[in-house]
């Protein structure tokens, strides 16, 4: 049974950074896709960035040159390192997971994964 368990979400000032974890059990963590994800109150869940099992990575356009998703296949760890943080980026973060296209990453769409982590909250002032 695949578990996700994020951690690292909290308060930040606009232009400052932050660092998710996500921690994973259960299941062959170097053969899945892996993502992140948000979701602000009222809007829907949107993509953040994907890595595949190969550190092959895709972002959304606006969070290019912003975050940084990484993997660690040997401590079965997904990380999202966000920098210039900015008050749009205040939302619930995700950690998700895929197996069914051999751990490749297609798209960031949220049908792509199978798995969710809880969530942990990110709220960025101004």
């Known amino acids: 049974q695949v578990q996700l368990v994020e951690s690292g979400g909290g308060s930040a000032q606009a232009g400052g950074s932050l660092g998710l974890s996500c921690a994973a059990s259960g299941y062959t963590y170097s053969r899945y896709c892996m993502g992140w994800f948000r979701q602000a109150p009222g809007k829907e869940r949107e993509g953040v960035a994907s890595?595949?099992?190969?550190?092959?990575?895709r972002y959304t356009d606006s969070m290019k040159g912003r975050f940084t998703i990484s993997r660690d296949n040997v401590k079965s760890t997904l990380s999202l390192q966000m920098n210039s943080l900015e008050p749009e980026d205040t939302a619930m973060y995700y950690c998700?997971?895929?197996?069914?296209?051999?751990?490749?990453?297609?798209?960031?769409?949220?049908?792509?994964?199978?798995?969710w982590g809880q969530g942990t909250q990110v709220t960025v002032s101004s």
């Open positions: 890595i595949d099992r190969d550190g092959g990575t």
């Open positions: 998700a997971a895929d197996h069914r296209r051999g751990g490749y990453c297609y798209s960031l769409g949220a049908y792509e994964f199978n798995s």
